[in-house]
Nanobody
């Protein structure tokens, strides 16, 4: 069974930085796309950024120039999100997702983590 576990969330002042980490486990052979979504209180979940197995990246407009997504493509399949110049409106639960996960047992079209809370204070 594939699991995604996020870490690195917490409380930070506006203008500060945080680094989120998503560790994938479960006899993984490959992952096509990995990404970060976020959900603020009372709002729908929205895409933050994603990165393909070929390291192509895409960012949502609100985070362009402030956030950087990257992944470690060795056997650990670890995803990162470097968040700089944080704003109060970045406050949300951040979720890691993996698309087209191939394992030694079966394939998974999509897997989600449980989320990590990021709170940005004024």
């Amino acid at each position: 069974q594939v699991q995604l576990v996020e870490s690195g969330g917490g409380l930070v002042q506006a203008g500060g930085s945080l680094r989120l980490v998503c560790a994938a486990s479960g006899s993984i052979v490959s992952i096509n796309v990995m990404g970060w979504y976020r959900q603020a209180p009372g709002k729908q979940r929205e895409l933050v950024a994603f990165i393909t197995s070929g390291d192509a990246t895409h960012y949502a407009d609100p985070v362009k120039g402030r956030f950087t997504i990257s992944r470690d493509n060795n056997a650990k399949n670890t995803l990162y999100l470097e968040m700089n110049s944080l704003k109060p409106e970045d406050t949300a639960v951040y979720y890691c997702t993996a698309v087209r996960v191939v394992t030694t047992m079966r394939d998974y079209p999509e897997v989600w983590g449980q989320g990590t809370l990021v709170t940005v204070s004024t």
